[in-house]
């Protein structure tokens, strides 16, 4: 005699639906703390610097007061503010462009080295570890005119003095000088990256075809590495603009306005008054003229892509 099976209970269809639907809102709930700490730490500070570029807020002043449009006229009417953009310009370029000059011209001999290519990454990637205060703590030492020991090694081989931090042309010289001993490892580290990355067989089958190295670095290597370089530089440049603790250490904006690059102006005119609303109104101009600069830049190299 058969005994009948009993039947598999199976969920009901709307059951089945209500827990879809809880699994599919349960991904945003535990976002939710992530989103709001976003949010407070980075949408309202962002929004109130907006407000504070149309408003004035001073020491002892409880309370933002509406100026209109009175922090952008005076920015743009600043002569002092025009020369520290273009002092800035020339910063950034010179110590992305050096920069990526050496770094990208060591990778490409670090790239034939089959020993010690591990410590040597390491070797080179120390200065980038320290910390830019105790950098620019050092080279004050080095670039000092009596006493640096620069200026003892130049007098050794028969040449004059050089006032590193005091000279009108020489003060921005000495911060390129101390940007490139401490961030061209990253250009070269990255840029190293990129060429390994780069297929072996390409070189192989070119140089059967009897392709020299510079045909093998103009014709395979350049156009391969080329979208690297610009993301690499454009990293470098941003934080390049945004320099300055180097600045504060080694010549304060000196001599008079010789070093004084956008961060500085900002900190000179604006927060050292405790002037917040020029300060933020500064502070969304570099945001600005960086969005329009690096805009340009991708622009172009796209052009360049195209042709």
Known sequence: ????????????????????????????????P???????????????????????????????????????????????FWGSFWKTLSYVALAAGLELILGFAVALALLNVTRGRSWMRVAFAFPMLLPPIAVSFTWKMLFDFNRGPINYFLETLGLDRIAWLAGQNSALLSLVIVDLWQWTPFILLASLAALESLPVELYEAATVDGASRWNLLWDITLPLVKPYLVAIVLLRAIDAFKVFDTIYILTGGGPGTATELLTFYAYVAGFRPFNMGFTATVSWAIVIIMSIIFLLFLRAFRRLEEA
Do not use: C, E, H
């Open 34 to 80: 992530a989103m709001l700490y976003l949010l407070i730490l980075g949408l309202f500070p962002l929004l109130f610097s907006l407000r504070l570029v149309f408003g004035a807020w001073n020491a002892g002043q409880k309370n933002v007061t509406w100026v209109g449009l009175d922090n952008i006229q005076r920015l743009l009417a600043d002569s002092r």
């Open 1 to 32: 005699m058969s005994t009948a099976q009993p039947a598999l209970a199976t969920p009901a269809p709307r059951a089945t639906a209500s827990r879809r639907g809880m699994d599919g809102y349960a991904k945003y709930i535990f976002l939710l």
